[in-house]
């Protein structure tokens, strides 16, 4: 069983920027998609941004496409997401998942999960 870490969240004021990290245990980082999800409470998961094992192919969700950046650093079992031009409504927790496979698309592949991290953005 993979243990996700996440860190990074924090207090930022609308327009700042935060960099998430996802730790992940295990020696086959490398062989899996990953990705980050958000849930506010009383609202659905939504998908964020996920990248297949080797970082070849990347994707977003609309709202935050052009603001917030998925990495990877296989030789560190970390993958990141940077995020810039934050606005309030993207505060809610952040949660870093695991793929089954290689892939990092559909969003409903991710069966893995960290405890999440709280971003708020104030206005």
């Known amino acids: 069983q993979v243990q996700l870490v996440e860190s990074g969240g924090g207090l930022v004021q609308a327009g700042g920027s935060l960099r998430l990290s996802c730790a992940a245990s295990?020696?086959?980082?490398?062989?899996?998609?990953m990705g980050w999800f958000r849930q506010a409470p009383g609202k659905e998961q939504e998908f964020v941004a996920s990248?297949?094992?080797?970082?070849?192919?990347?994707y977003y969700s609309d709202s935050v496409k052009g603001r917030f950046t998925i990495s990877r650093d296989n030789g560190k079992n970390a993958v990141y997401l940077q995020m810039n031009s934050l606005k309030p409504e993207d505060t809610t927790v952040y949660y870093c998942a695991r793929s089954p496979s290689g892939s990092a698309w559909p969003p409903q592949l991710f069966d893995s999960w960290g405890q999440g991290t709280q971003v708020t953005v104030s206005s």
């Open positions: 295990g020696r086959t980082f490398n062989r899996y998609g």
């Open positions: 990248i297949s094992w080797n970082g070849g192919a990347t």
